[in-house]
């Protein structure tokens, strides 16, 4: 799985890397909507397409999800511009006041808190409010240290459950979480992932987390301990997590791969069926490669559209 992103990347590399995050680019635009309304989903605020689109048109909300909706939609959206600054310019800024900013974009305090915490459902107890300083100085550490470091994606993996088993703020840790794990990938030059929030796929990505904070799990009920944190995340084996962010990956990098492709190759998708075809593989195999992401594919509508010349690892068995 991971392999098919580095092709990608590649691919996108040779079109000129990652577009500029606007707006006019309807792929940009499209993956900032999803985006919202997905991780507000995970949050449990509901907002239809229509709705999003109703009130990214007034800026004025009129309820309470659709406040949820634009305050992400700004913050993300913002975050975005920034990280793609870092990575047109080859640098990497971040730091605590980012997290902080980023939680009072999306519509919350700020502030760490000073009291204990819960998360629902979680095994996981998050250290008392007295560390949390502590444990954030730790995380801007290991951020600014791993973030180059080989094994982008088991870092990216890794500083997501510190982040969200630190669970800094008195509420919105998911979101901000989520955002920061993007403004990561942007500044890399990788497009943001977009995290399901349908009930399934939110199961999925708790059970994603639990696997990484296992290791954890008895270092947030003892003072903070840098060396023992530091152990125990070299220990962590996220796998789990890890394969969502490529999987999620893979669909935000194909829109904006396909869109590329269409504007300065004049590439023009075909049913995947019709591909399949010509290059003699059956309707099933077809299906499997593109479901394996051997192909730079996109689904319009109920269809799966592709091109000969977008089959990755030629030559090599499936
Ligand atoms: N087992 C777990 N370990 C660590 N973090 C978890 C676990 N389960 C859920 N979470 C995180 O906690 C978030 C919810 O925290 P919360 O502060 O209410 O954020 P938000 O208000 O943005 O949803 C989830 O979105 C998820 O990122
Ligand atoms: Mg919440």
Do not use: C
């Not at 577009?19 to 993956?31: A, D, G, Q, T």
Request: charged residues 30%; aromatic residues 12%; without cysteine.
């Amino acid at each position: 799985m991971r392999n098919s992103i580095s092709e990608r990347f590649n691919f996108l590399k040779k079109l000129g890397g990652l577009p500029e995050p606007e707006v006019i680019n309807e792929e940009w635009l499209y993956i900032l909507k999803e985006e919202t309304r997905n991780s507000i989903l995970i949050e449990g605020f509901f907002v239809s397409e229509d709705e999003l689109e109703e009130v990214l048109a007034s800026g004025n909300p009129l309820k309470r999800n659709q406040e949820e909706a634009l305050n992400y939609y700004r913050a993300s959206k913002f975050l975005y511009g920034l990280s793609y600054e870092n990575y047109r310019s080859k640098k990497f800024f971040f730091g605590i006041p980012l997290v902080r900013q980023t939680s009072k974009t999306i519509g919350e305090k700020g502030e760490f808190r000073k009291g204990d915490s819960r998360i629902t459902g979680a095994k996981i107890i998050p250290p008392p409010g007295l560390y949390v300083n502590d444990w954030m100085a730790f995380f801007e550490e290991y951020v600014n240290q791993g973030f180059s470091r080989e094994g982008f994606f088991n870092f990216l993996a890794k500083q997501h459950v510190l982040f969200e088993t630190i669970h800094p703020f008195d509420d919105g840790n998911g979101r901000t979480g989520r955002i920061i794990l993007n403004y990561f990938l942007v500044s890399a030059g990788y497009p943001p992932v977009i995290l399901k929030g349908d009930e399934e796929n939110k199961k999925k990505y708790y059970k994603a987390l639990e696997q990484g904070d296992s290791v954890l799990r008895r270092l947030t009920e003892i003072p903070f301990s840098r060396q023992d944190v530091r152990n125990a995340l070299e220990d962590m084996n996220p796998v789990l997590l890890e394969d969502l962010i490529s999987e999620s990956l893979r669909g935000s990098f194909d829109r904006i791969l396909i869109r590329l492709l269409e504007e300065k190759e004049q590439i023009k998708l075909k049913p995947a069926q019709e591909v399949g075809r010509a290059l003699n593989y059956s309707p099933d195999s077809i299906r499997t490669l593109i479901s394996r992401g051997k192909f730079i594919a996109v689904k319009r509508g109920k269809e799966w559209f592709t091109h000969e010349k977008l089959f990755l690892n030629r030559g090599k068995k499936i």
